[in-house]
């Protein structure tokens, strides 16, 4: 069956413009992630959805950092004012279930949208 | 703390031989899960294994094995009969049950960057 998929696969924006990351998780899967992946920081967490609702927002970075869901499925991630330091990839995974439901709970990642801020 | 060290940045082998790419992970919780991805040059996250920490059997999966080790708190991941296709990147990656904080994420290590040469 079809994997996550993430638009666009790259983006580059100009410092200070707003940019917006959409993810499309596998159908049937309750819950979607969002990381970031950067030559400095690793792959780091930002967002944990279940359902439409954000549960664990905690690795947000900043407040020009904001998510949501809809309809259980399709998510956008939109950064506002970017600066360089965003430049990053930013990954989303869905899983069949909630952490904690067991194997179903096990995270299956899509392959990135690609940001640059110049 | 809870924290994922992949203390080996690179490694370097000849098609054939076999590799074994080191995970240690601290954690203050006695239930935890651990996870294993491998990121080709193509970028998407694939994932290999999970394990819970109550499950000490080591796994293997045709050329892939893992060994948990509580004791030592590891989980190293062997390729036996390497191949050109192997080389990735590889994540160990650490997560908490439902019922603690920050139950969500996946904490990842710093990958291991495997070169497989012909």
């Known amino acids: 069956g079809a994997g996550v998929s993430q638009s666009p696969s790259n983006k580059v924006t100009e410092k200070g413009k707003d940019v917006e990351l959409r993810c499309d998780p596998i159908?049937?899967?309750?819950?979607l992630y969002w990381y970031r992946q950067s030559l400095g920081q690793g792959l780091e967490f930002l967002i944990y959805?279940?359902?439409?609702?954000?549960?664990?927002k905690s690795g947000l970075p900043s407040d020009r950092f904001s998510a949501e869901r809809t309809g259980g499925s399709v998510s956008t991630l939109t950064i506002q004012r970017t600066q360089q330091e965003d430049s990053a990839v930013y990954l989303c995974?869905?899983?069949?279930?909630?952490?904690?439901?067991?194997?179903?709970?096990?995270?299956?990642f899509g392959p990135g949208t690609r940001l640059t801020v110049l | 703390a809870q924290k994922v060290t992949q203390a080996q940045t690179e490694i370097s082998v000849v098609e054939k031989e076999d590799v074994t790419l080191d995970c240690v992970y601290e954690?203050?919780?006695?239930?935890?899960?651990l996870f294993w991805y491998k990121q080709p040059p193509s970028g998407e996250l694939v994932f290999l294994i999970r394990?819970?920490?109550?499950?000490?059997q080591n796994e293997i999966s045709g050329r892939y094995s893992w060994n948990f080790q509580k004791s030592t708190s590891s989980f190293n991941f062997t390729i036996t009969a390497s191949q050109v296709v192997d080389s990735a990147v590889y994540f160990c990656?650490?997560?908490?049950?439902?019922?603690?904080?920050?139950?969500?994420?996946?904490?990842f290590g710093a990958g291991t960057r495997l070169a497989v040469h012909p």
């Open positions: 159908s049937g899967h309750t819950a």
């Open positions: 990656a650490l997560r908490h049950p439902a019922f603690s904080g920050g139950y969500n994420k996946l904490i």
């Open positions: 959805f279940q359902g439409n609702s954000a549960p664990d």
């Open positions: 995974a869905s899983s069949l279930s909630p952490p904690g439901a067991g194997v179903e709970d096990t995270q299956y």
């Open positions: 954690t203050r919780d006695t239930t935890y899960y």
């Open positions: 394990r819970n920490s109550f499950d000490e």
